[in-house]
């Protein structure tokens, strides 16, 4: 049977059909293609995140971004890797470069409260406090019941409202946040002893920490409101920041230069050993690094651990700031220099710094004691006894 010529109108629309059919098998063959490879992609970044290869990750997804926009486990990752990435860089100390990535996290996905916080941690940490405390709020918004959350908030809060009015000077290794009430003579020689603090306990240490160093002097009002969770007893304290009273500097210079000296060696300490620095240890550093203004009294140490007794090593290991006693604080704090006095002994400063890193890497302190000084714990409490003995004539510690 013959069929019937095809007209040129039905000649057309066949032709047509054809075309549509072509690019519509095109389209669902490309398709497919750039599914398998986003997913390729996708996968790579994850094992290379995994593995802290951070750039690497970011990468891959990108370019998985870019065949997808609309991608949301894509999307959702790009915003992780860059939170961890950030998260890396903060605890690094590179907070410049945290916060460039925690900003673009929060691009990629608007409603994850720990890319907040984090956000604000890096912040605060510049003492830029009001962006410190938008993002708080907003993670608290999105989820109220992360751990330490509002206690940081209440925290940032209190300090952004203390310290709305202060004035910043900058010098090359600190920012020095000061209340308007502080006389501009004290702030120069502030400045004067914090860098030659720095330049000091680099030289102890062999360490000179990357970023700016926070250092906020307080009139003695404002210094009472910040002391809210701090024994009463501190003459100024360090929590990440150095925090200073200034009517302390009604006392005599060289004392002001020992606390200066003393708060900013609490911050070398816990960099160095990424916050585990145990208290016993960071002040017993600290007071050791007074020393760099004025020698310890020897008959102040024989003093009052004869008059109070002496203080066994394994009773050091406790956190100072949950008694009471200055007197009880003031043996600890001396027994302390005694015990870093006997390390710097043993191991020189090279030793010290070494006990601080492995502290920082997470080695307990009984192995760290160990591995760098060469006893452990009980032979190194009767080398420090007789150290004691030898050096400050005290008897009486069996």
Same mark, same amino acid.
């Given at each position: 049977?013959l069929?019937?010529p095809?007209s040129?109108v039905?000649?057309?629309?066949?032709k047509k059909t054809?075309?549509l059919?072509?690019l519509?098998?095109f389209?669902w063959?490309?398709s497919?293609?750039?599914?398998?490879t986003?997913?390729?992609y996708?996968e790579s970044?994850l094992?290379?995140l995994?593995?802290?290869e951070?750039?690497s *990750?970011i990468?891959d997804?990108?370019? !998985?971004?870019?065949?997808?926009?609309? @991608?949301?486990?894509?999307?959702? $990752?790009l #915003?992780?890797v860059?939170?961890n990435?950030?998260f890396y860089?903060l605890n690094?100390g590179?907070?410049?470069q *945290?916060?460039?990535?925690?900003?673009r !996290?929060?691009?990629?996905e608007?409603? @994850?409260?720990?890319m907040?916080? $984090?956000? #604000?941690?890096a912040?605060?940490?510049?003492?830029?406090?009001e962006?410190a405390k938008l993002?708080l709020e907003? *993670?608290?918004?999105?989820?109220?019941?992360i751990?330490?959350?509002?206690?940081?908030?209440?925290k940032?809060?209190?300090e952004?409202s203390?310290?709305?009015?202060f004035?910043?000077l900058?010098?090359?290794?600190?920012?020095v946040?000061?209340?308007l009430g502080?006389e501009v003579h004290?702030?120069?020689?502030?400045r004067?002893?914090?860098?030659e603090?720095?330049?000091r306990l680099?030289m102890?240490?062999?360490y000179?920490?990357?970023?700016?160093?926070i250092?906020?002097i307080?009139?003695?009002e404002?210094y009472?409101a910040?002391l809210?969770?701090?024994?009463y007893?501190?003459?100024?304290?360090y929590?990440?920041k150095?925090?200073i009273?200034?009517?302390?500097?009604?006392?005599?210079e060289?004392d002001?230069?020992?606390?200066?000296?003393?708060e900013?060696?609490?911050?070398?300490?816990?960099?160095?050993a990424k916050?585990?620095?145990p208290?016993?240890?960071?002040e017993?550093?600290s007071?050791?690094v007074?020393e760099?203004?004025e020698a310890?009294?020897?008959?102040?140490?024989k003093?009052?651990?004869?008059?109070l007794?002496?203080?066994?090593?394994?009773?050091l290991?406790t956190?100072?700031s949950?008694i009471?006693?200055i007197?009880?604080v003031?043996?600890?704090?001396?027994e302390?220099?005694t015990?870093?006095?006997y390390?710097?002994s043993?191991?020189g400063s090279g030793?010290?710094?070494?006990?601080?890193?492995?502290?920082g890497?997470?080695m307990?302190i009984?192995v760290?004691?160990e591995?760098?000084?060469g006893e452990?714990?009980?032979?190194?409490?009767?080398?420090w006894k007789n150290?004691?003995?030898?050096?400050y004539?005290i008897?009486n510690?069996?």
């Amino acid at each position: 049977m013959l069929s019937k010529p095809l007209s040129k109108v039905e000649f057309i629309f066949m032709k047509k059909t054809l075309v549509l059919g072509i690019l519509c098998l095109f389209f669902w063959g490309n398709s497919f293609s750039s599914d398998e490879t986003i997913y390729r992609y996708n996968e790579s970044a994850l094992k290379k995140l995994q593995k802290g290869e951070f750039q690497s *990750a970011i990468n891959d997804l990108k370019a !998985a971004h870019s065949l997808d926009p609309y @991608n949301k486990k894509v999307t959702e $990752n790009l #915003a992780v890797v860059y939170n961890n990435y950030g998260f890396y860089l903060l605890n690094k100390g590179q907070i410049d470069q *945290a916060l460039e990535k925690f900003e673009r !996290a929060i691009n990629y996905e608007q409603n @994850n409260p720990y890319m907040y916080y $984090n956000l #604000a941690k890096a912040y605060y940490e510049i003492q830029n406090m009001e962006k410190a405390k938008l993002n708080l709020e907003k *993670a608290y918004k999105l989820n109220p019941e992360i751990k330490g959350l509002k206690s940081f908030l209440a925290k940032v809060t209190r300090e952004t409202s203390l310290e709305r009015e202060f004035d910043i000077l900058e010098t090359m290794h600190f920012i020095v946040s000061y209340s308007l009430g502080v006389e501009v003579h004290n702030m120069s020689y502030i400045r004067t002893y914090l860098e030659e603090a720095y330049g000091r306990l680099g030289m102890f240490l062999d360490y000179y920490p990357k970023n700016k160093i926070i250092a906020l002097i307080y009139s003695e009002e404002e210094y009472k409101a910040i002391l809210k969770n701090q024994p009463y007893w501190t003459m100024a304290f360090y929590d990440g920041k150095v925090r200073i009273p200034a009517h302390k500097f009604s006392y005599s210079e060289r004392d002001v230069v020992k606390i200066i000296y003393h708060e900013y060696a609490h911050s070398v300490t816990q960099s160095l050993a990424k916050g585990k620095c145990p208290s016993w240890l960071s002040e017993g550093i600290s007071c050791r690094v007074e020393e760099f203004v004025e020698a310890k009294d020897k008959s102040l140490v024989k003093d009052y651990i004869e008059g109070l007794g002496f203080v066994p090593l394994r009773y050091l290991f406790t956190d100072f700031s949950k008694i009471s006693d200055i007197k009880q604080v003031r043996l600890l704090y001396l027994e302390s220099l005694t015990v870093v006095e006997y390390i710097l002994s043993k191991v020189g400063s090279g030793g010290l710094r070494n006990i601080l890193v492995a502290l920082g890497d997470g080695m307990p302190i009984n192995v760290v004691f160990e591995k760098i000084i060469g006893e452990d714990l009980f032979s190194f409490e009767q080398g420090w006894k007789n150290f004691l003995r030898s050096n400050y004539s005290i008897n009486n510690i069996d």
